[in-house]
Each structure stands twice: as C-alpha cells, then as structure tokens.
C-alpha cells in the first residue's frame, strides 16, 4: 500500500493506493477513498485532539463541517450538539449518542468528511 496526499479543489484527502504485482487479475471497482480530511489551513478546531474515547461519534452522510460546538473534556449530554454538517445545503446537528466527555474532536471546521467517518469520541 502507497499512501498520498491529493488535494481537489482545496479540499485536501489522504488515500492509499494498493500496487498490483505484474499479472495480477486486474478488477474494475469504485475507488475508496480514506474518510480522512484535512481541512484547509484557516481551520479553526483541532484535528485529532486527545486520545480516542471508547463511544465514537460517526458522519451519518458525506458532507462540510460548518461548526464545531464542543470541545476535549467538555461534558455533554445525549442529544446535545457537537458539531453542525452541511449536506445538500441542509444544516444537520451531529449529536451526542450518549452523556460522557468529549475525548476527541478528530475534524476541523470547513472539512469535507465521507459517510462514516469519526468525527469525535467519548468517554
């Protein structure tokens, strides 16, 4: 596996690459790209901040964070607001699933994240 960083429309994505030996039976499928996303260089929260929690918080939809509402260490409740995702030029809450502590925010604001990926944890 190869790792690179592309960036497409100022959008910055990190992606691996796996290399086919020669003969290998080559298969047409649709490239996976890595859920990471780096944000650009204006991003205001921290990426990866803090040690993973054991509750992961996961992007129910690809999208744009617009805004992070929480931050490491802070309480919260089930159904309080961590971060907002656009999608589809809808604004959606991203909450907590359960009460704990933020123990990572693993996003910044303006990045553009794919469905599934961990945008923070708890404890």
Do not use: C, H
């Amino acid at each position: 596996m190869k790792n690179y960083r592309i960036t497409v429309n100022g959008n910055v994505y990190d992606v691996e690459v796996e290399e086919l030996g020669a003969g290998a039976a080559t298969q047409t499928a649709a490239p996976k790209a890595a859920p990471k996303a780096v944000a650009a260089p204006k991003a205001a929260a921290p990426a990866a901040t803090g040690s993973e929690g054991a509750v992961k918080v996961n992007s129910p939809m690809p999208g744009k964070v617009l805004s992070v509402k929480a931050s490491v260490g802070q309480a919260v409740k089930k159904g309080e607001v961590i971060m907002i995702l656009e999608a589809m030029k809808m604004e959606n809450e991203i909450v907590a699933p359960s009460d704990g502590t933020i123990a990572s925010i693993n996003v910044n604001e303006g990045a553009s994240v794919e469905a599934g990926s961990v945008l923070a944890s708890l404890n």
